[in-house]
């Protein structure tokens, strides 16, 4: 059975940073190309960022360019997302998502798995 599992979500203040873990188990880790969403209060899904397979390629959410990192660690099975220099904004749910075949990384139907989700707050 697959799972994916959302950590490091927390209430923090505008210009604070957060990282958020996702591991991921069930799955052959480094054959999936690894995304993260978000979900603000009456908002549909957006795209935050997305990262290839073997790590050779990412892409950001303009909203989010220049201050989040994606990285991942195929010998913990584990994606992070590192956010600096977090707005109000940013507040949402996060979401981790793996694919093994991804053609529109903006695409949330491209992706096989999904996590349960990761409340981040953040306070003006």
């Known amino acids: 059975q697959v799972q994916l599992v959302e950590s490091g979500g927390g209430l923090v203040q505008a210009g604070d940073s957060l990282r958020l873990s996702c591991t991921a188990s069930?799955?052959?880790?480094?054959?999936?190309?690894m995304g993260w969403f978000r979900q603000a209060p009456g908002k549909e899904r957006e795209f935050v960022v997305h990262?290839?397979?073997?790590?050779?390629?990412?892409y950001y959410g303009d909203s989010v360019k220049g201050r989040f990192t994606i990285s991942r660690d195929s010998a913990k099975n584990t994606a992070y997302l590192q956010m600096n220099s977090l707005k109000p904004e940013d507040t949402a749910i996060y979401y981790c998502?793996?694919?093994?075949?991804?053609?529109?990384?903006?695409?949330?139907?491209?992706?096989?798995?999904w996590g349960q989700g990761t409340q981040v707050t953040v306070s003006s």
């Open positions: 998502a793996a694919g093994n075949w991804i053609r529109d990384y903006r695409d949330m139907e491209a992706y096989n798995y």
């Open positions: 069930g799955l052959t880790f480094s054959l999936y190309a």
């Open positions: 990262r290839t397979w073997n790590g050779g390629i990412t």
